[in-house]
């Protein structure tokens, strides 16, 4: 009896013993890892979606209501913070204000070098030869060489971002492995980092196609317009005319010149027809996009834009004085989809921008930036939405004009800023959430107009002023502006006719230090948060303390004043 | 692989007998109650007679009933009895409290008197010490151990209360109040690890419990053990370096059937309220604050209630709870059985902050044969704690000018029409939500007395516990999301389970004066869990609430897994000399599928040593000294608190869109070190145990020295990399302490007892090691973007100093750092003549405290029973987030009632009322000494006498009043100084988070046993 229970228990320990081994190892249904992922084309265009993700939250923003790109937007000539987000608050008091504890430039920092790894993972995974791309009718070479440009052309992107805001910034080209953590980055200097960014996208523009390889996705003529613009910091203004003319000669980059699209029998301009949703992408008739973020409503895939609510104002906040009874306030403004939904107006043009056109300019009208509002009854308000409240004295069809005579200073400018004109590129709201915030119309992230832009800056560098002056008056003429000769062409009116054309759009920082005017400008047009507060030390931002603390082993260099 | 696939059904299907084996059981024994009732029919005798004790006092309520049956009666004031026996009858057993069971032979008597002897209560208690007991004079170990009768003194609704300062050692870490404390951490000895979990492993009733301890009755626990020192807690290798909680449950015993019912019923209110500002100070501060910003909808409200509105009397309410126990336990020579039921309601301070627990019990053992038993202990419980609330922090932060109504009476969604930031805190109230679970946790053992060998016992253990959770809401359009959702929800099903086989040898034999005692372990583990969750947006109406999901616009499913396997080998080896030397050698060896390929298994040993002095021939003073023992241990123990897929680096989903079709995408998201292994901790105990004077007083010192090394660290790691931190095996701790425990009667007197109970632990740790890297100077490294400092204690705040306000007569020196009066004056520590966060932030204190203490004192007198617990904290340092300016930019947010300094009030606690005084450009906090002393229970209790009891046929029946959190003496100014502190917002967003303060409770309770 004793024997047979020992033999049953010695029998029982082998029994688990027998399967020790195999249980232990971990047994993953649900996660995703790198080998699992990089296997095959499907796996790349994966990591490919979920690289433009990550690109794509420039508009999709970051908590406490930024978005990261606005590093690149405020603080500048044309636009001013208006109600801060945190990197608002920050850069309305420069200063001490602005300190490597800053958490959003911390947030911004990490972003874009979690982009730079997902890139370099990318790239490193798809030149291993025992990964073989074919599929989608094409080669393996022509896939593989394809989702590596598209990911140097992304890596690049990134060091543009990283170099414009905190100068000479780590390179690192390789994929980050739990076995060598790093704790001695040295800070390349730009010119190293502008060399890479070069060749990442002289590479990718053998292989990144015209048209892009998804809806979406960036397409040669975005890396042109990138190489464009690089030549023009590198003081190689020939090269960046033979990049700027292959985006102007390519047949399927044409200028928007006629009404098209969702709106073309409501009253409009070609100009202002690329930013009505429906009408944003090449698909739709926008022959102009070169690159086109991607958000929709109710997919998993969606981003959470933050954009139209940090540039619509706050107009349904506004209270209004009754003509007759001065101390009878009404906020008479409801949100309609018309009028753009929510609006919180983190961002704002400046008076100046605002003031920068001609009068017959369809950049300057109504239809480009929102500047009136119409009293309105519940019918044309519309989507049940209720109707305006109407302050003494006031009938429905009556006018509220903006008043943007006087600039825009905080904290005082409560009482102005709720009404204050808006660029309307973003407007949208869903009429089914018509006081939701957040933004799923597709927006143009570059268009080919910028490449006109470029070439003119590089032909006026040459000396060519008539040659600028005629490159320019293609874009200015599209929106009825007036011409121009060569004699008015200088690197302000360079700068203004960006301005009027690529408000929002461009990173306007980024062109200001690109061509050394942000310090004069933004102390000259923005009394919010430049006038006398900005010096030299703020053309950089400071490497958030993270960063240098975390390089144990080597002191990392601050920027200078910081 | 395919193994792996064939030994889970074993399993279950083993489970499925012994389920089945059990539900027999249970009919057997129901049977036998049913019988041992119909005995009591037969032809009776009387008997009568005295009990009194050592000393010749009548002993009262002592139980004296006929032998194998439950026929009995306690005795009444005199220590009288009398009471029909049947008429064969030839022994009566009396037992007491604290004394020994003593067998009497009433073979031709009518009359008896029995003298009861004292129980040696320290010595010969049997001590649960994981895979087995032990007497306590034989524990080599450091085991903490709260009794039955202790227990019983205690009224608490969660097991954590009575561990909370009553042993020595343990420190529980309340994060939040609220209806059900569920927000709480427990450390035993300190902290050893910097960002390992420092919770204890909890075995109940010999298997590992992975759910809240607030689940378990405490109605239902027999006792509580805590394993302390590595010896003892080396048999649980892996998980034993932060300790061990065994807690027991209740069983029947032979001939003692008992029906007993413990209620109470309590009300709460918070300890502490804040004094918040109305409307009228509100905008008052506005008017300094943020002149430009007040809205005309604030002067309306303003005009017409001054006052403003009162979120927290809108949203709280006086708590309630009520609690139900009945149980039965008994037994016979073959079997036994203790079942319970147990109701709690729980009606939360916050308005809809309710909780509903119905649990049953029910433990069978029965032996079959001479060496066969089996037995089950299974418990259900069903929690529902459905229902949304206003958070605290809502209702005290919302702007007091907005209207919480509509005019028709409903909450407002927008109270603030000219900000709809701010959406109506009561409408939470609103949500129809239904957060369900239930919880299945059942132990089943086969023990077999292996025959022909005495001493040698086998038992297969299986634990199988099973957790559903259904949590569904739904904002409807009568609130913010739902508003602008039009209708909206989540839903979650998450099924989790932990199973356990285990298998144990064990050889206990005395030889003469040897005493062997050898245990050998082989046991599987098994943790995993597997969650559904949906949110659905867009619902045609608020008709069906989330019943509609099928309706919504857009539904985003998702599917969460997660599992973890853990194998384990231990032998240990007790071995005791004539009760005077002791020793105790331990070896465990466990794999944990969740470490990397090269260091799956770990091995644990430990070593231990006894000595019991007093038993000695020469020890001169044994008259005074009953008790004096000697322990000294060594042994090292792991952690692995890690979670499974931690080695793996790993992409999360990024999906993009094109168009209007989904692209899925991964995102590189968790970088992995394929290396990870146990975190081990090396500790030395010393310990002393005496008794003096016959014991009444009792004690224990215990010293200890912890060495913990190869951390599982999650450390900070350059963004450059693209992530900010990887979990590596990297650094060393070490921490200290010691710990003294004594208790003593003071007075003992027949109708006068006067005992006090004391605990005092102090702890000390610090960072030995980071990464081992060198900085420029050849300085070992810490590591300022977690504030970890090698020599410093492992959590120290590391801030500016807040050195007061700038005053008017300082206005060039203030100028000179770039600020003004009023502003925040931070102390220039390297008197450089400008504030930066690179050289002006010190160490300012250690937020763990310094040293716990908890003193008991209970008087009885006659029936009445007097208990007063104080529990005190020391040496921890926190932050007063109340002293922190809130109001924010724009004077949005409400705030406590503040000092705010003006030019007329040279205020130096409270920077003026603007937003950049106290923010820019750099945050800091105020630190404050963290150290209470609070009346944590206070009970009076009484119990009736038995000669009433007696004519209504009870035999205990017992009444008390309890106040807990009655009073705390603190310098703290903050919320509440027990509480973990609360989170503050990042960057521009000005909210704190205050936490829901911990409540003062009155219970009133009512025990009877049949």
């Known amino acids: ?562 | 692989m395919k193994k792996n696939k064939f030994v889970v059904p074993v399993f279950w299907n083993k489970i499925k007998l012994l389920m089945r084996l059990c539900t027999l059981i249970l009919l057997i024994s129901f049977t036998t109650v049913a019988f041992s009732s119909l005995l009591a029919q037969q032809q009776t005798r009387e008997i009568s007679g005295t009990v009194t004790d050592s000393k010749g006092q009548p002993v009262i309520g002592a139980s004296v009933v006929v032998k194998g049956t439950t026929v009995g009666i306690n005795t009444d004031a005199d220590g009288k009895f009398r009471l029909s026996v049947p008429d064969n009858t030839t022994t009566l057993s009396v037992s007491f409290i604290g004394m020994k069971l003593q067998d009497v032979d009433i073979s031709g008597k009518i009359t008896i008197s029995v003298q009861m002897e004292d129980e040696t209560v320290s010595l010969d208690e049997v001590v649960v010490v994981g895979y087995g007991t032990q007497k306590k004079s034989d524990i080599t170990g450091t085991v903490a151990s709260l009794s039955q009768e202790k227990l019983k003194k205690i009224v608490v609704s969660d097991v954590t209360q009575v561990l909370q300062g009553v042993l020595s050692g343990v420190f529980i870490n309340q994060n939040d109040g609220g209806a059900v404390p569920t927000d709480q951490s427990i450390m035993i000895r300190g902290r050893n690890s910097i960002t390992a979990s420092t919770s204890p492993l909890i075995v109940v009733d010999g298997v590992s419990y992975s759910g809240l301890l607030t689940d378990i009755n405490p109605n239902d626990i027999k006792s509580v053990e805590v394993l302390k020192d590595a010896s003892s807690a080396a048999i649980y290798g892996s998980r034993g370096s932060n300790g061990v909680i065994l807690i027991t449950t209740k069983g029947g015993e032979e001939g003692i059937t008992s029906l007993s019912y413990d209620g109470y019923y309590s009300i709460q209110n918070f300890t502490n309220i804040p004094d918040m500002m109305d409307g009228e100070q509100f905008y008052q501060i506005k008017l300094l604050y943020a002149p430009t910003s007040i809205f005309q909808s604030e002067i309306d409200v303003y005009n017409t209630n001054p006052k403003g509105a009162d979120y927290y009397e809108l949203s709280m309410r006086q708590g309630s709870s009520q609690n139900h126990n009945i149980s039965a336990s008994g037994g016979t020579k073959n079997m036994n059985y203790f079942i319970s039921g147990n109701v709690v309601e729980t009606k939360g301070l916050a308005k809809n902050d309710d909780y509903l627990k119905i649990s049953t019990r029910v433990n069978v053992e029965g032996k079959l044969t001479d060496w066969l038993t089996l037995g089950t202990r299974t418990s259900l419980a069903y929690i529902d704690m459905s229902g949304a609330s206003s958070t605290f922090r809502n209702a005290f932060m919302m702007n007091p000018l907005t209207n919480p109504f509509n005019p028709d009476g409903t909450y407002a969604i927008f109270p603030w029409p000219d900000n709809t930031d701010y959406t109506g805190p009561l409408t939470a109230l609103l949500y129809d939500d239904s957060d369900l679970s239930s919880q299945v946790v059942t132990h089943n053992f086969v023990k077999v007395n292996v025959p022909f060998i005495k001493g040698l016992q086998y038992d297969l253990s299986t634990g199988y516990s099973l957790n559903n959770f259904n949590h569904y809401q739904y904002q409807g359009r009568n609130t913010p999301n739902g508003y602008k959702q039009q209708g909206s929800m989540t839903g979650q099903e998450t099924r989790s389970y932990l199973l356990s086989v285990e298998n144990i040898l064990t050889y206990d034999r005395e030889f003469g004066k040897h005493h062997l005692f050898l245990t050998g372990l082989y046991s599987f583990e098994e943790e995993g869990n597997k969650r559904f969750s949906i949110t659905a947006r867009g619902f045609p109406n608020d008709v069906l609430t989330y019943y509609a999901v099928d309706k919504a616009l857009y539904t985003y499913p998702s599917l969460d897994f997660s599992k973890a396997d853990l194998i384990s080998e231990m032998f240990r080896a007790n071995y005791t000399y004539d009760n005077r030397y002791l020793f105790t050698f331990t070896i465990r060896r466990d794999g944990y599928s969740a470490f990397g390929a090269q260091n799956k298994y770990g091995s644990f040993p430990s070593f231990a040593f006894g000595w019991n002095i007093a038993n000695e021939s020469f020890f001169p003073l044994k008259d005074i000294i009953n008790i004096l023992k000697l322990r000294a241990s060594w042994g090292k123990n792991g952690n692995q608190a890690i979670k499974a897929y931690s080695t793996l680096s790993r992409l999360g989903g990024a999906d993009n869109v094109a168009g209007s079709t989904n692209l899925a995408g991964y995102f590189p998201s968790v970088l992995g070190q394929d290396n990870l292994g146990w975190e081990t901790t090396e500790s030395t105990n010393i310990g002393l145990d005496f008794g003096i004077l016959e014991n009444r007083i009792t004690g224990e010192i215990n010293s200890y020295f912890a060495n913990t090394s190869d951390l599982l660290l999650a450390r900070s790691i350059s963004p450059v990399s693209g992530f900010e931190s990887i979990t590596q095996n990297i650094g060393k701790t070490n921490n200290k302490g010691l710990e003294i425990t004594i208790s003593s009667k003071n007075i003992d007197m027949s109708s006068f007892l006067w005992t006090t109970e004391g605990n005092i632990s102090f702890v000390k740790n610090k960072i030995v090691a980071l990464y081992g890297l060198k900085d420029e100077n050849g300085k070992l490294s810490d590591d300022l973007t977690n504030n970890w400092f090698i020599g410093q204690p492992i959590i120290v705040n590391y801030d500016f100093v807040f050195d007061g306000v700038w005053q008017l007569d300082e206005v060039a020196e203030a100028a000179s750092y770039g600020y003004q009066p009023g502003y925040a004056k931070l102390r220039d520590l390297n008197k450089d003549g400008m504030i930066s966060s690179g050289s002006d932030r010190k160490i300012i204190g250690q937020v763990d405290p310094k040293f716990t203490w908890g003193l008991t004192n209970s008087l009885s007198y006659k029936n009445f029973t007097l208990n007063v617990f104080i529990y005190g904290v020391n040496g921890a340092t926190k932050k007063n987030l109340l002293r922190f300016d809130n109001v924010g930019k724009d004077a949005r947010l409400n705030d406590v009632v503040k000092d705010w300094w003006t030019p007329t009030n040279p205020s130096n606690t409270m920077t003026s009322p603007c937003y950049e005084s106290s923010r820019i450009p750099f945050q800091y906090y105020i630190y404050e000494n963290a150290s209470f002393a609070r009346l944590k229970e206070l009970a009076l209790s009484y119990d009736f006498p038995t000669k009433w009891l007696d004519r209504i046929k009870l035999k205990r029946l017992r009444v008390y009043i309890t106040g807990r959190n009655l009073m705390t003496f603190t310098k703290f100014g903050g919320l509440d100084p027990e509480l973990e502190g609360g989170s503050t917002g990042s960057g521009g967003a000005p909210a704190i988070m205050p936490m829901t303060p911990l409540q003062k409770e009155f219970i009133f309770g009512l025990n009877i046993e049949l």
């Not at chain 1, 390349?188 to 060749?199: A, C, F, L, Y």
């Not at chain 1, 461009?506 to 006398?532: A, D, F, Q």
């Open chain 1, 1 to 562: 009896m004793k024997i047979k229970i020992f033999k049953f228990s010695v029998i029982l320990l082998i029994l688990f013993m027998g399967c020790s081994k195999s249980i232990l190892e971990e047994q993953i249904p649900h996660l995703i890892t790198a080998e699992t992922l990089f296997k095959n084309l499907d796996g790349f265009e994966a990591a490919l979606n979920g690289l433009y993700n990550k690109v794509r939250q420039e508009w999709s923003g970051e908590p406490n209501q930024g978005t990261y790109g606005e590093v690149g937007l405020v603080a500048t000539d044309i636009i001013t913070t208006s109600n801060g987000s945190s990197f608002g608050y920050t850069v309305e008091k420069w200063g001490t204000a602005v300190n490597s504890d800053d958490p959003y430039l911390l947030l911004n920092f990490t972003w874009l070098y979690q982009v730079v790894n997902a890139a370099n993972t990318i790239i490193a995974r798809a030149e291993n030869p025992e990964v073989t791309l074919t599929g989608n009718g094409k080669t393996a070479d022509v896939n593989k060489n394809r989702v590596i440009g598209e990911a140097r052309a992304i890596r690049a992107w990134a060091y543009r971002h990283l170099t414009y805001t905190f100068g000479d910034v780590p390179l690192t080209l390789d994929e980050s492995q739990g076995s060598s953590i790093r704790t001695d980055w040295d800070r390349t200097p730009v010119s190293k980092v502008r060399e890479q960014m070069r060749s990442d996208l002289l590479f990718a523009e053998q292989y990144v196609t015209t048209e892009p390889s998804l809806r979406g996705r960036l397409t040669k003529g975005a890396i042109h317009t990138y190489l464009a613009e690089l030549y023009l910091a590198l003081n190689k203004p020939d090269s960046t005319i033979i990049f700027a003319d292959k985006i102007i000669n390519e047949p399927a980059y044409k200028l928007i010149t006629e009404r098209y699209g969702v709106n073309i029998s409501k009253p409009g301009t070609p100009f202002t027809d690329m930013f009505i949703n429906g009408n944003c992408n090449r698909e739709e008739g926008n022959s102009e996009a070169l690159w086109v973020f991607q958000y929709e409503k109710g997919l998993s895939g969606t981003g959470n834009s933050h954009i139209k609510r940090n540039v619509v104002s706050r107009y349904d906040q506004k209270s209004i004085t009754g003509k007759l009874t001065p101390f009878n306030y009404v906020i008479p403004f409801q949100c309609t989809v018309e009028r753009a939904g929510y609006g919180r107006a983190r961002l704002a043009m400046t008076k100046y921008a605002i003031n920068i056109y001609e009068k017959q300019d369809d950049r300057g009208s109504n239809f480009a930036i929102r500047k009136y509002l119409i009293l309105q009854d519940a019918a044309t308000n519309g989507d049940g939405v209720p109707a305006d409240k109407l302050p003494s004295g006031y009938a429905y069809g009556d006018t509220i004009k903006f008043d943007w005579s006087v600039d825009f200073i905080l904290p005082d400018a409560a009482t102005i800023r709720f009404l204050w004109p808006w660029s309307r590129k973003f407007d949208y709201a869903d009429p089914l959430n018509v006081k939701g915030s957040n933004c799923y119309k597709d927006q143009p992230y570059i268009r080919a107009a910028d490449a006109y832009l470029l070439k003119a800056e590089a032909q006026f560098k040459k000396g060519d002023n008539p040659g600028a002056a005629a490159t320019i008056n293609i874009i200015r003429q599209r929106s009825n502006a007036s011409t121009i000769t060569g004699d008015k062409v200088n690197i302000d009116f360079i700068l203004d006719e960006r301005a009027r054309e690529l408000v929002y759009e461009e990173h306007r920082r980024y062109t200001l230090l690109r061509t050394h005017k942000w310090l004069e400008r933004t102390s000259l047009y923005n009394p919010n948060n430049g006038g006398s507060m900005i010096t030299p030390r703020d053309t950089l931002f400071p490497i958030p303390r993270k960063v240098i603390d975390a390089n144990l082993t080597k002191p990392m260099p601050q920027n200078p004043g910081y």
